[in-house]
């Protein structure tokens, strides 16, 4: 028997019936307050990483799985561990705080600063000896001590596997296995993964999930138990679709090895690294003559331009059999650029974008197998500066200069906006009947006293957390929208339909709003869209803001 897999899965990703034959711990079973705490869950109290609790008992889970498998970690260890875990109070400091205790090593704390830099804990002390101010967070002195023989849980995930197969074949018969790797590290959260499989995720022809593009190009196949099928085109047949029948059960992927003269990469493109769908992904693969730069074969598949994957055949084929070099990129491509095509009215727009990203991962593939040729000694003249700087790895700084702003109170929000020139200010009038009449009465009765609400008798209305929207028409026929939302592209297709115009004559500008979580993304649509009906109709600056 060999040995036990543990990990953290998410338990809305957990079937029941996947844990036949498993042990289940939960956080109420490794300790609790009525009869011992666990080290972990004592720790992350102690180090106040615990605020509106929420989130708590999945940050214990994942850092006792990780201490199951690994006693003694390393920082990033322990960030990995907690990658999938999402904290909206703390800004994680404090959990880490508590769990970096169980590290082997004394490390500094988490703003990477050397001795003397403020660090308490690499021996920056108070000035002033005689204050009461304390120099610890808490102490550990009387913290219980990590027991190792605990209970064990479930499954393995992909990408031990892929670590376990690089380790113990060849580099070069590992090169699909290293390209399947490099782009699991960006998939998801390690619970996520713990719970997926390279078969679920290939079944689901998905054409933005990254490693189908990297299966396809490396000649994978897929076998039911009857019948073995490539794992490309001939398996994809649709968004969402596969030639696989309704009684047939994907077995197995079979992934065969590399050989010394071919490479595989992996391109993936999304807006941020972790966590996020690929706009644009590749997979490429090229084989070379022995001991020559002389394309034998080539392959390359991408994700994200059409329903199901798009296989650039006719470029592979008139590049077979020419040396690799610049007039060889040249063509390849004016060839790709014919190839692969996408409609300007594409869902999700910036059409000319993805078809930039097509060419780039071209030109990247192009130089990594350049490298690769050097290094086996096939005469390559030196590349330019400027071309290496394209297999660098790109760093994006978070600029500070927006949290300046923020804590110097010069950061305009939405309600600094100034009021236009007879605005016009929106109340929701609420019924609980469709399409009624509603009679709105200016005069109320407040304390004894009868007050006008309005200074009008006459009151219009128009139909169509704390929120706001702002809408104008411009002489032009075109609209301008303002309002704290992410989602331009979205709502300007909504206003558009709602106006009966092209969503290009709709501005829309975002401002601050401060807190609201996900309500300011889809929700405030609605607002922006009766709001852009009410200056429609009475040709004004309509205001909105609930409170």
Not at 55 to 67: D, E, H, K, R
Not at 304 to 313: D, I, M, N, W
Request: hydrophobic share 35%; charged share 20%.
């Amino acid at each position: 028997m060999g040995p036990i897999a543990q990990g953290t899965v998410n338990a809305c990703l957990l079937p029941i019936c996947s844990l036949h034959g498993a042990a289940v711990v939960t956080v109420e079973g490794i300790g609790s307050t009525k009869t011992k705490l666990h080290p972990v869950q004592e720790r992350i109290a102690k180090a106040h990483g615990s605020q509106c609790g929420f989130c708590t008992p999945g940050m214990v889970m994942s850092m006792y799985a990780l201490l199951r498998n690994k006693p003694q970690p390393t920082m990033e260890d322990i960030r990995e561990a907690l990658g999938g875990n999402l904290c909206r109070c703390t800004g994680y400091w404090h959990i880490v705080d508590g769990f970096k205790t169980f590290c082997a090593a004394s490390e500094c704390c988490q703003n990477g600063q050397g001795r003397n830099n403020g660090c308490v804990e690499n021996g920056s002390t108070h000035q002033d000896e005689e204050t009461d101010i304390s120099d610890t967070l808490f102490r550990m002195d009387d913290v219980l001590p990590l027991d190792p023989s605990q209970d064990l849980i479930s499954p393995p995930e992909l990408r031990d596997e892929l670590e376990k197969a690089v380790q113990e074949l060849d580099q070069e018969k590992s090169k699909t296995y290293q390209a399947l790797r490099q782009t699991l590290h960006c998939l998801a959260g390690k619970q996520t993964r713990n719970m997926a499989t390279i078969r679920g995720n290939t079944l689901s022809a998905n054409p933005k999930y990254d490693h189908n593009c990297i299966l396809a190009a490396a000649g994978c196949s897929v076998h039911d138990g009857s019948r073995e099928i490539p794992l490309n085109e001939e398996l994809f047949t649709g968004f969402g679709k596969t030639s696989l029948r309704p009684d047939e059960v994907l077995f197995s992927v079979h992934i065969p090895h590399s050989s010394p003269w071919e490479f595989i990469s992996a391109f993936p493109q999304a807006q941020r690294r972790e966590f996020a769908f690929s706009i644009v992904n590749a997979g490429m693969k090229v084989v070379f003559a022995e001991d020559t730069d002389v394309v034998q074969s080539l392959n390359i598949y991408y994700g994200g331009v059409g329903p199901t994957l798009v296989k650039a055949g006719h470029t592979c084929e008139e590049l077979a059999g020419r040396s690799w070099d610049e007039e060889l990129l040249g063509e390849a491509c004016r060839l790709l650029g014919d190839e692969v095509t996408l409609s300007p009215s594409a869902h999700g727009g910036k059409v000319e974008f993805w078809k930039t990203l097509t060419l780039s991962f071209l030109f990247k593939f192009y130089l990594q197998m350049l490298q690769e040729l050097r290094q086996k000694g096939v005469g390559i003249s030196d590349l330019p500066l400027e071309y290496l700087s394209a297999l660098k790895p790109f760093k994006n700084e978070v600029s500070q200069g927006q949290q300046s702003y923020q804590a110097t109170g010069e950061a305009k929000y939405y309600n600094d906006m100034p009021t236009f020139q007879e605005e016009l200010f929106l109340v929701m009038v609420t019924s609980s009947r469709a399409h009624a009449n509603v009679t709105v009465r200016n005069r109320r009765l407040w304390f004894d006293n009868v007050e006008e609400l309005f200074p009008e008798e006459e009151v219009r209305s128009t139909w169509g957390g704390r929120s706001s929207s702002l809408c104008r028409a411009e002489r032009t026929g075109k609209w301008t929208c303002m309002r704290p939302a992410s989602i331009q592209r979205s709502l300007r297709k909504w206003l558009g339909i709602t106006l009966g115009v092209d969503a290009n004559k709709i501005t829309c500008h975002v401002k601050r709003l401060g807190g609201g979580f996900g309500g300011k993304v889809m929700k405030i649509g609605s607002l922006a869209v009766i709001t852009t009906t009410a200056a429609h109709k009475t040709g004004r600056v309509v205001r909105c803001v609930l409170e």
